[in-house]
């Protein structure tokens, strides 16, 4: 199995910075695809950012020039640098990686249990 323990979140003021981690263990063949969701309180949980094996990363519209998603491969770690933070920023934040355990098993999709981030004055 894989575990995935997300860190970072908080309460903060708009305007202001986060930095959210996540850490995965486990008897990990190979992580490929990484990235953070996020669900905001009655809505559907939607992707804000992810990123490949060889950096290529992807972003929601509502996050793009403001939050920086990126990895580092040695730690299996994904990190999200959330800047410019907005009122509407406020959701639990979720780790998502896309894993093999085996070489022969196909990827899995695998979830933190979410941090929260507030972003209120």
């Known amino acids: 199995q894989v575990q995935l323990v997300e860190s970072g979140g908080g309460l903060v003021q708009p305007g202001g910075s986060l930095r959210l981690s996540c850490l995965a263990s486990?008897?990990?063949?190979?992580?490929?695809?990484m990235g953070w969701y996020r669900q905001a309180p009655g809505k559907e949980r939607e992707l804000v950012a992810s990123?490949?094996?060889?950096?290529?990363?992807n972003y929601a519209d509502s996050v793009k020039g403001r939050f920086t998603i990126s990895r580092d491969n040695n730690k299996n770690e994904v990190y999200l640098q959330m800047d410019s933070l907005k009122p509407e920023d406020t959701a639990v934040y979720y780790c998502?990686?896309?894993?093999?355990?085996?070489?022969?098993?196909?990827?899995?999709?695998?979830w933190g249990k979410g941090t929260l981030v507030i972003i209120s004055s």
């Open positions: 486990g008897s990990i063949f190979r992580i490929n695809a």
């Open positions: 998502n990686v896309e894993a093999k355990l085996y070489v022969l098993e196909p990827s899995k999709s695998y």
């Open positions: 990123i490949t094996t060889s950096a290529s990363s």
